[in-house]
């Protein structure tokens, strides 16, 4: 009997070693998922006109800085499942087009008090088109109005 309880005292020792080895892994991963404080995300809005565009990134001029006087630009990666409203499709919005852009900001404090900030665009709401261009000439003058080769554009010559 003694042999036997030896070998079933043994076999248990075995077992309990195997599952703290088996564990440690696991355990190392939870502290180091505690090691990062605080995690911190919010849904924000930025409205403006469009500056770079990409399949995975935008930039949108949201206003000027009162202080400085230059404009301001944020930049967001596009999550790959971003939502276009207004529009068909991403391939529809340009350059100078004005729209809302829906993100979700992560912000990360490590134990150390660094402060990670990471964007993800989740929709992209089309307001309207830049204005176009207007070209005097072609539209204020016809061409009856153009002088023509040769003559001369003033109404009679006095003479001496």
Same mark, same amino acid.
């Given at each position: ?63 000027? #800085? ?12 596009? #999550? ?16 100078? #087009? ?7 900001? %992560?912000?990360?404090?490590? #134990? %150390? ?5 990471? %964007? ?9 088109? &830049? ?15 153009? &002088?023509?080769?040769?003559?001369? &554009? ?7």
């Amino acid at each position: 009997m003694r042999t036997e309880n030896k070998n079933q005292i043994l076999n248990i020792a075995i077992i309990i070693g195997l599952i703290m080895l088996l564990s440690a892994p696991l355990l190392a991963q939870e502290a180091q998922e505690n090691k990062k404080k605080n995690i911190e995300v919010t849904m924000k809005e930025a409205t403006g006109v469009i500056s770079a565009l990409s399949a995975n990134f935008i930039a949108v001029e949201t206003g000027i #800085d009162p202080s400085t006087g230059i404009p301001r630009e944020e930049a967001f990666n596009l #999550d790959k499942n971003v939502r276009v409203l207004h529009k068909n499709s991403l391939k529809e919005i340009k350059v100078g #087009d004005t729209v809302t852009v829906g993100y979700e900001e %992560t912000i990360e404090t490590t #134990d %150390t008090g660094r402060r990670i900030r990471s %964007t993800s665009v989740k929709t992209i709401t089309f307001l309207k088109s &830049p204005p176009k261009e207007i070209t005097g000439l072609e539209e204020t003058t016809s061409k009856e109005a153009e &002088p023509q080769v040769g003559s001369l &554009p003033l109404k009679g010559l006095k003479e001496r």
